[in-house]
């Protein structure tokens, strides 16, 4: 058998993003013990890296040895108990996929449907909290990837917090490409993933407590359902003073990796790298609009780190995204769920957020793109603009 030796790509889709080769190069070198004295100091400084990745001084964050889909699981079982009420927002894929999670473990879910295309609506979020006052927590999704909207994390964790409700919010497609403020927005449980503007390689997920939730979690009256996902027990891996005691084997090259790919995040400086995702955002718009696209979101909500427009009449999904990852190289993303077949989801996360690769796709789309298409999008956008996705 020959080895695997994949295709040369430009990610451009809802992630992964690119990797840098710094980062694959560290995810290369020698695998150690995960309990070597070495590899525990590496996992302090990644928990360091995270807290500031995270803007938070919460002692309990660490990467859970798990796509993000667990670190949901991972944060709803561990607040949640069978017979606890929980509002979840729903504005895309991922919200619903929260609510379901949810039910799964046990809770009463009061489900607050927004419209897709917008961030979570704040008002009907207040309107549910009051009718659900015993609620225990609200969760949500910052960055909605199925849509590219962006929600207002700082007034929804406000909201839950003066309820007396704890908070969950994915961020998923949010760090490292927009603000992701848990101290200052006293958000509970945060999570992300690795595959998105942290741009490693996907199957880690960063996750963070506040000590709300950590006491939760200890105070618990029914055991947490999932063993790998019980907090308590996982706090004897990643967070044992002097000794660790054993709970999984950690994918030791994959920390290597993210490591790489937080020092690289925290040396171009957080600032700087939401500044950079929101020039070749802009850049992009521009000449997609150029083009004849319509934007799927309203500008102001947009994430500058997924772009969704609406695909223009004639022109067929997956054959155009064919080509321009045959003869261009360039993987986008389609629609997801009610938007699939309607809409492109197209990618500027971390290593692959630069203005060359944003002329390279967009000087590749107008090369596929016929004519006709161009002339007719902005009538098709003006009849299917509403959507009905809830
Ligand atoms: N939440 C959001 C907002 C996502 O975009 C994704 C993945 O795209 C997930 C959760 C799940 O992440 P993973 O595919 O790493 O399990």
């Not at 996907?202 to 000590?211: C, H, M, Q, V």
Request: glycine share 8%; with cysteine.
């Amino acid at each position: 058998m020959n080895a695997f030796m994949p295709p040369t790509r430009l990610l451009m889709g809802p992630g992964p993003s690119n990797v840098a080769p710094e980062v694959l190069a560290a995810q290369a070198r020698s695998t150690i013990g995960h309990l070597d004295p070495d590899f525990t100091q590496l996992m302090e400084l990644i928990k360091e890296q995270l807290r500031l990745a995270f803007r938070t001084v919460n002692r309990i964050t660490f990467p859970l040895s798990a796509p993000a889909s667990l670190a949901m699981e991972m944060a709803l079982v561990t607040l949640l108990e069978p017979g606890d009420k929980a509002v979840v927002a729903q504005n895309g894929v991922f919200g619903g996929r929260m609510a379901d999670i949810a039910r799964r473990a046990g809770a009463e879910v009061r489900l607050v449907s927004c419209e897709w295309g917008r961030p979570v609506d704040l008002d009907a979020v207040r309107a549910a909290i009051r009718e659900s006052p015993e609620a225990k927590l609200l969760a949500f999704v910052h960055a909605e990837t199925s849509t590219g909207a962006w929600s207002d994390a700082a007034a929804l964790c406000e909201m839950a917090r003066e309820a007396g409700m704890l908070s969950i919010v994915d961020t998923v497609t949010g760090l490292g490409g927009i603000p992701v403020l848990v101290g200052e927005w006293q958000a509970d449980v945060v999570y992300s993933g690795t595959q998105k503007c942290l741009s490693a390689p996907p199957g880690l997920a960063p996750i963070t407590f506040s000590e709300r939730a950590v006491a939760t979690a200890k105070t618990r009256k029914s055991p947490i359902q999932s063993w790998f996902l019980d907090l308590n027990l996982m706090l004897g891996y990643w967070d044992g003073e002097g000794g660790r005691s054993y709970h999984h084997t950690a994918p030791v090259n994959a920390l290597y990796g993210l490591h790489e790919s937080l020092t690289r995040l925290l040396g171009e400086g957080l600032e700087t790298t939401w500044a950079r995702h929101l020039a070749a955002h802009e850049w992009l718009a521009e000449r997609l609009q150029e083009l004849g696209f319509v934007f799927v979101v309203e500008k102001e909500f947009r994430l500058p780190q997924l772009n969704t427009v609406w695909l223009p009449e004639h022109m067929e999904d997956a054959p155009v995204r064919r080509r321009l990852l045959d003869e261009f190289g360039i993987e986008i993303g389609g629609g997801l769920g009610p938007l699939a077949g309607r809409i492109w989801r197209i990618g500027l996360m971390g290593e692959t957020c630069r203005i060359e690769n944003v002329n390279r796709l967009a000087d590749a789309i107008a090369t596929i793109l016929p004519q006709r298409s161009r002339a007719t999008t902005l009538r098709c956008n003006q009849i299917e603009r509403t959507l009905n996705c809830g």
